[in-house]
Nanobody, 124 residues
Framework: VQLQASGGGLVQAGGSLRLSCAVS????????LGWFRQAPGTEREFVAH????????NYADSVKDRFTVSRDNAKNTGYLQINSLKPEDTAVYYC??????????????????WGQGTLVTVSS
């Protein structure tokens, strides 16, 4: 199983980005997908989660009005749309896959597979 995150970059505050997570090794909807981020000197924190079918999404309170998680099972790809970016959103963003639904989706330990991360830098 491999996850490849992409779409990060340098953007001004107020701008938008769409991150992608290409998944291989799983068949379409065999996994739930989580997004996490890690800023320098901090622990990796939960951002968003989407279930296998995409019918349920969950967000950290700090991003719920600006971030949207989605997936295209036909393409085996997950997405994280980030709007109204703030300097405090600067971090490496990771996608992670879990073959089973876990109520503990906010924790890194709930995921078996991780992508390499994509850097998002927001300038003020």
């Amino acid at each position: 199983v491999q996850l490849q995150a992409s779409g990060g970059g340098l953007v001004q505050a107020g701008g938008s980005l769409r991150l992608s997570c290409a998944v291989s090794g799983f068949t379409t909807d065999e996994y739930s997908l989580g997004w996490f981020r890690q800023a320098p000197g901090t622990e990796r924190e939960f951002v968003a989660h989407i279930t296998r079918s995409g019918d349920i999404t969950n967000y950290a309170d700090s991003v719920k009005d600006r971030f949207t998680v989605s997936r295209d099972n036909a393409k085996n790809t997950g997405y994280l749309q980030i709007n109204s970016l703030k300097p405090e959103d600067t971090a490496v963003y990771y996608c992670a896959a879990n073959p089973y639904y876990s109520i503990n989706y906010v924790y890194t330990s709930a995921y078996e597979y991780w992508g390499q991360g994509t850097l998002v830098t927001v300038s003020s």
